[in-house]
């Protein structure tokens, strides 16, 4: 079963909004077995509009269209899908009862004509009443093809899609069911993953598709299959894991289905273990922190952190005595590992992890080389450091930095 994801606003082609509601669409949509086909943003635009739609149901069965149904004149959606289906709009007692029940309860103005048109709807619409706005959604059929209008705002639209639109998806149409298992890896980059498991990939069966999906400092394995048998694609799909694990045992570090980023695995390992950490930031300034602290559940392992940007921060807040400093550079093993075991014992952590470089563009308190970064881990019993050259941009300096101390505090774990 195809689908089609249509978003219109001239907000979106300009680059002044992004479009997050196409990927929970196409997600939600995959959840129940519906494969996107396309993903299309058009104008607010009669002709535009009416091309895209055309251009859907000869594509597609599923036609899923979110924006253009505010309260203004350049939202012309309603008008334009009424004309597609050689309809007229018509007033819908329920939808304008719902506008006058938020005005009354939460807008402190005039209902505007513009907003009581909102219950403007084509009458061969079936309304999916949206209780969280005023725009409704609405379902149309044609030629055996469904078209869903859905409002451009991100949790009306959740709500209508998850509540409405998709219960009834599943009582029109009978899906396939589709897994996706996604591995994890940190420390190889592509071509060298693509290299260690060339021979197993070239084997894999037809049904089972394989997507590399790389970002700094990892790359994500998606294994996908689709079908009417579960049993038979899970089997599968797992036995195809177990032949590919140990080609890659010292990059992988979970699945996605468990932990979505290395930070979560490394957050339910010490949560598990009892094991607490603590931070020392210099040139990452607070972005490894963040990584862990941005999470629910954090204050149950992360003890606390500090930014030590300047020398003087070093030698004041850490204790860093000021002779390593002058005999090493601040930008040094030696300056790294004493910041490590310094903030470790500073919060009374089990793990201490440390970070000192130059992210650029130029030299601050050392004379070493833009993109040169040392990363220390500290544990009660060992201080371990390594040094790296992440190249002159700034800020991806900074995150394959803080991807870096991830990979090896995540190793680091792992050995105790």
């Excluded at 509601?21 to 535009?48: C, K, M, P, Y």
């Excluded at 390593?324 to 300056?335: A, F, G, K, P, Q």
């Amino acid at each position: 079963m195809l689908a089609e994801i249509i978003t219109i606003g001239d907000e979106l082609l300009i680059g002044q909004v992004i479009d997050t509601n196409s990927a929970f669409i196409a997600q939600t949509l995959n959840n129940i077995g519906a494969s996107v086909h396309q993903i299309t943003s058009v104008q607010d635009e009669r002709n535009h509009i009416l091309q895209a739609l055309q251009d859907a149901e000869d594509r597609v069965d599923i036609v899923i269209i979110t924006g253009g149904l505010g309260p203004t004149k350049d939202d012309i959606t309603k008008k334009t899908i009424a004309e597609y289906f050689n309809d007229t709009l018509v007033r819908d007692a329920s939808v304008t009862k719902n506008i006058e029940d938020i005005w009354e309860k939460y807008v402190r103005q005039t209902l505007l004509q513009v907003n009581k048109d909102q219950a403007l709807v084509p009458s061969k619409a079936t309304v999916l009443m949206n209780k969280l706005g005023t725009a409704p959604g609405m379902w149309l059929e044609k030629n055996n093809k469904v078209f869903v209008s859905l409002p451009g705002v991100p949790f009306e639209m959740k709500k209508l899609l998850v509540n409405n639109v998709i219960p009834k998806l599943k009582e029109k149409y009978k899906f396939p069911f589709i897994l996706h298992k996604t591995l994890l890896t940190y420390g190889l980059g592509e071509s060298t993953l693509a290299s260690r498991i060339e021979v197993w990939e070239d084997n894999l069966p037809e049904h089972i598709k394989l997507a590399y999906l790389p970002r700094l400092g990892s790359v994500r394995l998606r294994l996908s299959s689709k079908g009417f048998n579960e049993k038979a694609i899970r089997q599968n799909i797992e036995a195809e894991i177990d032949k590919v694990l140990p080609l890659i045992k010292d990059a992988f570090v979970g699945f996605e289905d468990e932990a979505t980023s290395i930070e979560a695995l490394i957050a339910q390992r010490l949560t598990a273990s009892g094991k607490t950490l603590a931070i020392a930031e210099s040139c990452t300034g607070g972005d490894l922190a963040k990584q862990f602290t941005q999470n629910s559940g954090a204050s149950s392992f992360f003890n606390g952190g500090v930014v030590t940007y300047a020398t003087e921060s070093k030698i004041k807040v850490l204790g860093v005595p000021e002779a390593l400093i002058n005999e090493h550079s601040v930008v040094s093993t030696e300056v790294v590992e004493a910041m490590a075991e310094k903030v470790r014992i500073l919060f009374n952590a089990d793990y201490g992890v440390a970070t000192t470089g130059n992210a650029g563009p130029s030299k601050g308190d050392s004379d070493a080389d833009v993109g040169k970064v040392f990363i220390a881990i500290a544990s009660k019993n060992k201080v371990v450091s390594e040094s790296f050259m992440l190249g002159s941009a700034r800020k991806r300096v900074i995150k394959k930095a803080v991807n870096k101390a991830l990979e090896m505090l995540e190793k680091e774990i792992l050995k105790n």
